[in-house]
């Protein structure tokens, strides 16, 4: 499949972007937007396969993440700069008219762009995301009451006392992860990939964890904007998922034009069921385009 790779300016920085594949027949480019915030694109190459049949698929690292550094302290970050973010690549690559897929953080972004109304947004896959911070905080401390007592007690004493670098605390990080972030242990390559990419941007808009919510997207929550949604909209989750049924379910009844696919996995169920959550994307993305 043909590839491009280039940078496109963003104020005083650059954005690094790459497309796979070409659009044929009709199809419209799939736009996709990474988790972190703070993670890179590297963890979602395997939807590098929905370019198979004729359809662009386009990655780029948002600002302060992956191939598009910033450097620490340079830029107070906000949703706001990676929304804006969002016109600026597709000004940049022409796309005006699309697919966004959004995984975690990213799904939360897509989220957040469709209420706004733009212009060209044809659908949207949602996965593995919530609408409300507030709600996946409460979902994640009862997965942590799950837990075995020991790690339950390490998690909760971090909490208490601000103090997560301790060998006993990622002993109870890795736990949690390894039953609702990703079951394949070791994780596979890209992903482990993203993970050593991570740095400022995470520890400020999310904190030290995934269920320690310290950094300025606490508060985040845009459910009452979900009805205005107009985009036809795909949710894909794991039963295992840190993005639980509950968290899923209060997107599902709220955006009109919606349906929900429930995996068996976590919270990269995209890594985990690759087939089957791929052909979900195709089926879903040419049903729009018939």
Same mark, same amino acid.
């Given at each position: 499949?043909?590839? #491009? ?10 954005? !690094? ?9 009709g199809k419209l480019p799939l736009l996709i937007l990474h988790g972190g915030p703070g993670m890179a694109h590297d963890y979602l190459e395997s939807l590098e396969a ?16 992956? %191939?598009?550094?910033v450097p620490e302290g340079a830029i107070d970050w906000n949703t706001e700069i990676w929304e804006k973010e969002i016109d600026v690549v597709r000004e940049a690559l ?10 975690? !953080? ?9 209420? +706004? ?23 994640? +401390? ?7 007592? %020991?790690? %339950? ?5 971090a909490e208490a006392t601000g103090i997560y670098d301790t060998p006993e605390y990622q002993e109870a990080l890795e736990l949690y992860y390894a039953r609702h972030m ?13 993970? $050593? ?25 845009? #459910?009452?904007?979900?009805? #205005? ?13 840190? $993005? ?12 009109? +034009? ?11 169920? +995209?890594?985990?069921? %690759? ?16």
């Amino acid at each position: 499949m043909k590839r #491009t790779e280039g940078y496109i300016p963003y104020g005083s920085y650059k954005i !690094w972007y790459r497309i796979v594949g070409e659009c044929e027949n009709g199809k419209l480019p799939l736009l996709i937007l990474h988790g972190g915030p703070g993670m890179a694109h590297d963890y979602l190459e395997s939807l590098e396969a929905l370019a198979e049949d004729g359809r662009a698929v386009i990655f780029y690292d948002q600002l302060g993440c992956g %191939k598009s550094p910033v450097p620490e302290g340079a830029i107070d970050w906000n949703t706001e700069i990676w929304e804006k973010e969002i016109d600026v690549v597709r000004e940049a690559l022409q796309l005006k008219e699309l697919h966004i897929l959004g995984q975690s !953080w990213g799904g939360m972004l897509a989220m957040q762009y469709a209420a +706004h109304k733009p212009g060209g947004l044809k659908g949207m896959v949602i996965s593995s995301s919530p609408a409300s911070m507030a709600l996946w905080e409460k979902e994640a +401390h009862r997965l942590i009451e799950l837990l075995p007592e %020991k790690e %339950k007690k390490q998690i909760l004493e971090a909490e208490a006392t601000g103090i997560y670098d301790t060998p006993e605390y990622q002993e109870a990080l890795e736990l949690y992860y390894a039953r609702h972030m990703c079951r394949i242990l070791p994780n596979p390559e890209e992903v482990e990939r993203s993970n $050593a990419q991570v740095g400022e941007v995470y520890m400020v808009m999310e904190g030290p964890s995934e269920f320690t919510v310290t950094g300025k997207l606490k508060e985040w929550d845009i #459910t009452d904007q979900l009805s #205005t949604i107009e985009q036809e909209t795909l949710l894909l989750s794991g039963t295992d998922d840190e $993005a639980t049924p509950l968290i899923v379910k209060e997107i599902y009844d709220r955006i009109p +034009h919606c349906e929900w696919k429930l995996l068996d996995g976590t919270h990269l169920v +995209h890594v985990e069921r %690759k087939a089957e959550y791929q052909e979900y994307v195709r089926n879903f993305l040419n049903r729009l385009e018939k």
